[in-house]
């Protein structure tokens, strides 16, 4: 019995690959003063993770060579020197891609596993939800009546937000790709309408999704979607700028929106988000997100892959090319 | 005698060319009632123009073909059956490139020529004041000791843009082309330095002028220039967008930013702003800008035209290839 690890050995270009990671088997970590260990059991894969692969300046260090892969995972408990923490609790925080944690509980949290399971906590109850939930009502501050698009619908994040754009008396417009994310998105989430971004003519179909224009479209892919979007912004618009993943794996920088411009004659205001720059109210995201999942108000689905930790490689890149159906998580 | 008017006779490409106006003669218009007549003597040359020659959704309508070019000028009221307005008053107002206009009053300001000349009240007194101090102030929102970086610092909105920033103790930085306009920029307007885009190797000379990083970028040019600043921006800074000058004329849109991704890794808000959102605020404006002029606070420059109304396309031409130098009107 050891401890299997991800460690980042090369940094990537392009999509990842095996040959980017050393997997290794280490001793399980014994928690010195004030440390508790946990036993991971769900490991978070997010689109982030490919931007912490590189060097240079983001909102958070890159990993470095040689170091375990950072990831937000779920696990319990089972030994601890903090009187916080007790071997059985259930915490979700940045343990890494590896089996087994040491954690003095700077940003763990605490979940409830009666509420909803555990890998829920590492999904839509996790940091998507809290993402979804600051960077639409604070960045987007949508009201009633208005019109929230979003793309990548079906993930994580897009989920929520439309979700959450629903509860607030918005329409709610999917971006997504294929028609089963679709359906996915307007039959089983709820949304008003979602357009397939792989049927073409995405302008059309915009159109047709949001006849009274765009007030808020919350942005998670970047590209060209971005710029079909600008053109159909009302006035006074608001852009919560979540991600950009259509260029994480890009080897070269990609072309920029052509369509500015409506920023300028439309008065857009586009502004980058970070969950963490909330993280005093994390509490406050979880206890609503939780209420209203469990007034069944918001659906999330995740998708568990099996494979343990060896799989992390292969399955990261699902993110990347669209093959995830809900919120990838790596069952350890 | 009669009334010379520039009227638009084709939608151009690119550059405007004389041939894209038929210059006319008509007579010299009777105000109506309710209505007064003024005698145009200055007028103002934008960039936003060429926007208003083109086909499409902006935030004004385009001039219509045959219609006269719409500019803001100044002048002084020559007959008025308006009683608001009496003859010799001098006035400011969206008149047109031409000889003489009728109003009714409609965004119409009186200008006091005994606190700065005519020619002043279509420059940094006027719109591109106005401009300057609410974009700044409103969109930028500039705390002391930040860094305000201007593109076109030497240009109407630019040039107050950085005295204002020193006014609200900010370190103020211009980007300019060429020698001539940065040292105007630096040592008759007082920023604390201004880099020339034309020198070459933009970034390292953004990073000795603003080592602390830039707070609020304001934003009147696009392109290339943008896409340096993006990579020196400081965490939750703002970029308030005034103008995208760069496109104006170019007949297929160009690239857009590829290092958008900073308004994610820092949190940026970019904002788009035209001066009429706060039309109702111009009195406040006006008062301020000229106490600060009057105290000697704020240089204001403008770059006087003669030639006459027939002169228009060519001296339009200048500020889209920086062959103005300071706020560019048209002597009628």
């Known amino acids: 019995m050891g401890n299997r690890m991800v460690k980042l050995a090369r940094r990537p270009k392009g999509m990842v690959t095996r040959q980017d990671f050393t997997i290794e088997d280490g001793p399980i970590p014994e928690p010195g003063a004030g440390e508790f260990r946990v036993k991971i059991e769900y490991i978070s894969l997010d689109p982030a993770m490919r931007g912490w692969m590189n060097e240079g300046k983001s ?6 060579l040689g170091e375990v892969m950072r990831s937000y995972s779920a696990g319990i408990v089972d030994k601890s020197n903090n009187p916080a ?3 059985g609790d259930a915490v979700q925080g940045l343990f890494g891609v590896q089996q087994y ?10 979940v409830d596993t009666t509420q909803a399971p555990l890998q829920r906590w590492v999904g839509g109850l996790g940091m998507p939800g809290w993402t979804a939930y600051f960077g639409l009502l604070e960045v987007g501050q949508p009201k009633a009546g208005e019109t929230v698009v979003v793309s990548a619908a079906s993930g994580a994040v897009g989920s929520i937000v439309g979700q959450i754009a629903k509860i607030k008396g918005c ?16 039959d089983e989430l709820g949304f008003d309408a979602c357009v397939d971004y792989k049927a073409g003519n995405l302008a059309a179909q915009l159109k047709e999704a949001a006849p009274k224009g765009i007030d808020v479209y919350f942005e998670n892919v970047g590209g060209e979607i971005l710029d079909t979007v600008l053109l159909q912004m009302n006035l006074f618009g608001r852009i919560p700028v979540c991600g950009l993943i259509s260029a994480y794996n890009a080897t070269e920088l990609p072309q920029g929106p052509r369509n500015l411009r409506a920023l300028l004659t439309q008065r857009l ?14 509490p406050e995201a979880i206890a609503q997100l939780g209420a209203w999942h469990k007034e069944g ?3 999330i689905r995740e998708d568990v892959r099996e494979g343990g930790i060896d799989a992390y490689p292969d399955v990261l ?8 159906f809900g919120k990838l998580v790596l069952k350890v």
Request: aromatic share 10%; proline share 7%.
């Open 59 to 64: 909102y958070v260090p890159p990993v470095g």
């Open 171 to 186: 329409r709610a417009v999917g971006i997504a790709g294929g028609p089963d994310k679709c359906r996915y998105v307007k």
């Open 101 to 110: 944690a040491l954690s003095k509980g700077e940003r763990v949290v605490k």
């Open 297 to 299: 108000k918001l659906k």
């Open 85 to 87: 923490f007790k071997p």
């Open 269 to 282: 205001r586009m502004q980058g988000l970070i969950v963490f720059d909330w993280a005093n109210r994390i």
């Open 317 to 324: 890149n699902l993110l990347y090319t669209g093959g995830n």
